[in-house]
């Protein structure tokens, strides 16, 4: 099969498209012929050697794709209710880069009624990331205010939609007019400049003093502080990223006084059940949202995975510019 390789830890230019072997499923698994696999900031790090893969997973980059199942663990398949040729997406812990990909059935999920393979290779990473961080960890609730730093990205694009969905007031950042232009289109409430305005004031403001109860953060650093302040008694404040810098510095008197949780995560290496937890949470509260159409994809670009010059490369550049609203995908 073709697959796309990093060569040596470098620029956009090291992903190259290699000959590799054709993977075979095992026990509890699916061979999925892919057709399009989605692009992501940790496929970036990894590039990069910040990212290192975990055990067992395979070097290649990629952490969700989307495809037909050409094979399978067939007691596994019938318990999850697949068969050979079903659409599905997956959530991978590497190997998504490839013509074919195998993947634990319990990350995968089908294809939403309506929706491409190219749409839906848009989902896995970016839906299981903020429904484990923002509903399960972070315990949004109805009524309840969200920030989401980085609004247009993938995750924000995502968190938008299914908090707006499950009745939450939202907030984001973004570094331009129109990317907050097109968060609001997406249903953001409110939709802050960072580069011109201070949203710690914005937030505020727009709060009416109270703060928020939730903030979804890829950002760390000294963003860290800054969060804390504009937080609601009792808020959470959930990081899945450290774009910032690992180092904070903060008002340890406002997390006590006003009784506010810091947390965060990472999804790759959590053990199949953990991920598989959240594939069941999804399919039974979050796909019928996205059959239905109330959350509907959002893709900047897609570009050829294989080809001259290199697809993935391309993505990859136009991932780092930061210039993209929504998600990346390569096509096979």
């Not at 896995?124 to 972070?138: A, I």
């Not at 059959?291 to 550049?317: K, L």
Request: proline share 5%; with cysteine; glycine share 12%.
């Amino acid at each position: 099969m073709k697959a796309i390789e990093i060569s040596s830890y470098g620029a956009p230019e090291v992903l190259r498209v290699v000959e590799r072997p054709e993977p075979v499923a095992g026990a509890g698994e699916l061979l999925i012929r892919v057709v399009a696999s989605g692009v992501n900031r940790p496929d970036v790090l990894q590039r990069t050697g910040h990212y290192p893969v975990p055990p067992g997973a395979s070097d290649l980059p990629g952490l969700e794709l989307a495809g037909r199942i050409l094979s399978g663990d067939p007691e596994a398949m019938a318990e999850a209710g697949f068969a050979i040729g079903d659409a599905v997406c997956a959530l991978v812990a590497g190997g998504g880069y490839a013509e074919y990909c195998v993947a634990p059935i319990a990350q995968c999920l089908p294809v939403p009624t309506g929706w491409s393979e190219v749409d839906a290779a848009s989902l896995p990473e970016t839906f299981f990331t903020v429904w484990s961080n923002v509903f399960d960890r972070g315990r949004l609730q109805k009524g309840e205010t969200l920030l989401i730093q980085g609004g247009s990205s993938g995750i924000g694009v995502t968190a938008i939609q299914i908090a707006k969905a499950f009745g939450a007031t939202v907030i984001v950042t973004a570094g331009s007019d129109e990317k907050c232009a097109a968060c609001r289109t997406l249903g953001a409430d409110h939709a802050i400049n960072y580069k011109t305005t201070d949203f710690v004031a914005e937030v505020k403001a727009i709060t009416g003093g109270r703060g928020v109860d939730v903030v979804l953060d890829m950002v760390a650093g000294s963003y860290v502080a800054r969060e804390i302040e504009c937080m609601a008694e009792d808020g959470r404040l959930v990081m899945i990223a450290v774009q910032g810098g690992v180092n904070s510095e903060f008002n340890a008197g406002l997390v006590l006084r006003r009784r506010l949780t810091v947390t965060g995560s990472t999804l790759r290496p959590r053990p199949i059940a953990f991920k598989g937890a959240i594939a069941k949470s999804l399919r039974e509260k979050v796909w019928p949202l996205l059959e239905s159409g109330a959350i509907r994809p959002v893709i900047h670009s897609t570009f050829a995975a294989v080809g001259e010059p290199s697809g993935a490369a391309q993505a990859h550049t136009l991932m780092e510019s930061n210039q993209h609203i929504g998600k990346i995908v390569l096509t096979w």
